[in-house]
């Protein structure tokens, strides 16, 4: 999967609109249009970074699908982590505690 993919599958996991994600990153809704039409067309750098700050990924997981950082990782404990950072602090510690409790199982 290459860059229109990638971001495709993240607006719909993150059940933002384009519109919602050209305010919330600064790059405009037409730029966004292309970048997700036919042709793909890919993005600058900095248009690419904007993007995924917004999203809460990482430019190469929406340039390759795959996070660099910590390979070993599987796509569901990405998720946990993604969802995990949109949580206020109380909330991302009872779901570190409840993680933790269902690992002494």
Do not use: C
């Not at 600064?26 to 999203?55: M, T």
């Not at 929406?62 to 996070?67: A, I, M, S, W």
């Amino acid at each position: 999967m290459g860059f229109k993919e990638n971001l495709k599958s993240e607006l719909l996991y993150s059940g933002m609109l384009v519109k919602e994600l050209a305010t919330k990153s600064g790059v405009n809704k037409y730029s966004l249009d292309n970048y997700l039409n036919k042709r793909g067309q890919v993005p600058s750098v900095e248009a690419a970074v904007k993007i995924a700050r917004s999203l809460g990924v990482s430019v190469e997981y929406l340039v390759t699908g795959k996070e660099g950082q910590n390979p070993q990782l599987s796509d569901e404990a990405h998720a946990i982590g993604r969802l995990a950072d949109q949580l206020d602090e109380k909330s991302r510690l009872f779901v570190l505690d409840f993680i933790k409790w269902l690992k002494t199982r």
